[in-house]
């Protein structure tokens, strides 16, 4: 199969529906990220069929969790992923994607605009300093990749909504990660941990999902200085 093939039907086995422009748009994002990767790091991923199988239909399981008007934070989006997928598939969905590199951010910016993607934004600030003025801001969060389940939270929670949830997108080995991760679960106002197991299409590749519904607001004094959650994560 080529890659639009490999798109489509690995949308279908996800169950979800998509328009032509949407297939589209994924295939030009495609291009402008490989396009830009030559001069700048952005993914280890180079073949154009794998960025449709590990990077695209992987970002696509997060799309059923998305309803129509919310607002979703992508928290070190780093080349767009998972959002820049999520906003094409998602178009009555809000997104802000966030990441400290300036560079990664304005690829992101060229990238929305060149897809012509209104419901998506790309800032570029440090998480920790974001969540000051943005605190229970957003419906939803997710994050793919990004770093330990502990400091990812706290970096992450505060900017959660109570009745929102936080989506880490994980490797399928990540018991041992989530369970270092509950005390910081429980301070941060998100107690329970539901994992959710799942197979990417046509890469066989199995992953996580860590689902976090946020039950309570989190206390003030988080987020901490991120050196600080670095040496003494929760």
């Known amino acids: 199969m080529n890659e639009r093939m490999l798109l489509e039907d ?62 979703v934070l992508d928290v070190g989006t780093g080349a767009g992923f998972p959002g820049v997928p999520l906003a094409i598939l ?6 802000t994607l966030l990441d400290a590199q300036r560079k990664r951010v304005d690829f992101l910016q060229e990238t929305i605009s060149a897809l012509g993607l209104s419901n998506c934004t790309a800032v570029h600030a440090r998480a920790e300093e974001f969540a000051k003025a943005h ?4 419906d939803v969060a997710v994050s793919r990749a990004v770093a330990e389940l502990r400091v990812l939270c706290e970096l992450t929670l505060p900017m959660v909504r109570v ?12 018991m041992d990660e989530v369970g270092s991760a509950a005390h910081a679960f429980a301070v941060l106002g998100a107690p329970a941990a539901e994992l959710l197991h799942y197979t990417v299409p046509h ?25 600080k959650i670095q ?3 929760l």
């Open 10 to 71: 690995g949308l279908k086995q996800l169950s979800l529906s998509f328009s032509p422009q949407s297939v589209e748009k994924l295939l030009r994002f495609s291009d402008l990220l490989l396009e830009k990767n030559r001069v700048m790091n952005l993914t280890a991923v180079t073949d154009p069929t794998e960025v449709v199988t590990r990077h695209f239909l992987d970002c696509a399981v997060l799309a059923p969790h998305l309803p129509a008007g919310q607002t």
């Open 90 to 95: 998602c178009p009555d969905t809000v997104f």
């Open 135 to 138: 605190r229970a801001a957003f």
């Open 163 to 174: 009745g929102g949830a936080f989506y880490a997108m994980k490797a399928a080995d990540c």
């Open 203 to 227: 890469a066989g590749v199995e992953r996580t999902m860590v689902r976090l519904q946020k039950l309570e607001d989190t206390p003030d004094r988080y987020p901490r200085r991120f050196k």
């Open 231 to 233: 040496t003494d994560p």
